[in-house]
């Protein structure tokens, strides 16, 4: 057994920015196929895709809302017609909608809900019956310690995070008589370019609360989504593994 995932499929939602990008990349890197899907940035999924290519694998940038069931379907569909299976499924879709509780609406609330957990449930359930089919796959849940921990001014996000665990728990009991399992990767402080906003003092503050003292990279998530996607983690199911320098230890 080994990294290697040549001849695998992989699907990475979110996959033209941030971490989406860098486990695209990293899994392409290791001999996987690699469709992406996106919401908007087209020419950042482009630009994804046109990499995964030159690296000698066939790609996909698909655009798609997340949030939306059938969508969902069509995705994963596509995927299977064009390359008869699909092994790897990474949910990464999300997004923070950040305010304290008694300032927080409605529709920041169901946002993040929506577009963080019920993208899950779209995704996992479309891929199962492929998956069976196949007789085998692995699931890999992109949460966050926020989801673990919780943070102020993120309940939103906390709870759609921390609701990410359950689900993939609940998930791996169903489906690891199919061979197919679900683990969940949880980032701490990871570096991108939504974090480049964020002020030095609040980095500083973020560094200091974490032991290893520095952020994180997204290859160092990436490369625990490519352990999780390969034979090397056939034996793990339902678990959370947290890339976050000890943040949430």
Do not use: C, H
Request: hydrophobic share 40%; no cysteine; net charge negative.
């Amino acid at each position: 057994m080994n990294l290697s995932l040549e001849g695998k499929t992989v699907l990475v939602t979110g996959g033209s920015r941030g971490i989406g990008r860098a486990i695209a990349l990293m899994l392409a890197d290791n001999g996987a196929d690699v469709a992406i899907t996106f919401r908007s940035s087209v020419d950042a999924a482009d630009e994804v895709k046109k990499l995964i290519e030159e690296k000698g694998q066939r790609a996909k940038a698909i655009q798609a809302d997340a949030v939306n069931f059938d969508s969902a379907q069509e995705v994963i569909t596509e995927i299977t017609e064009d390359w008869e299976k699909l092994d790897v499924l990474v949910n990464n879709a999300g997004i923070t909608r950040d305010n304290l509780i008694l300032r927080m609406s409605e529709e920041q609330w169901d946002q993040v809900i929506d577009t963080n957990l019920k993208s899950i449930f779209n995704y996992s359930k479309a891929v199962a019956k492929p998956m069976m089919r196949n007789r085998g796959g692995s699931i890999i849940n992109i949460s966050s310690v926020v989801g673990i921990s919780g943070n102020a001014g993120q309940s939103n996000y906390a709870a759609s995070k921390a609701g990410l665990i359950g689900f993939t728990k609940s998930y791996a009991k169903e489906l690891a008589s199919r061979n197919i399992r679900a683990n969940v990767v949880a980032p701490g402080y990871i570096t991108t370019e939504m974090t480049d906003e964020l002020d030095e003092k609040v980095l500083e503050s973020i560094k200091e609360e974490t032991p290893l003292g520095r952020a994180g990279d997204a290859d160092e998530v990436a490369s625990t989504v490519l352990f999780l996607a390969s034979d090397l983690s056939e034996y793990i199911t339902g678990e959370t593994i947290r890339v976050d320098g000890g943040m949430a230890m």
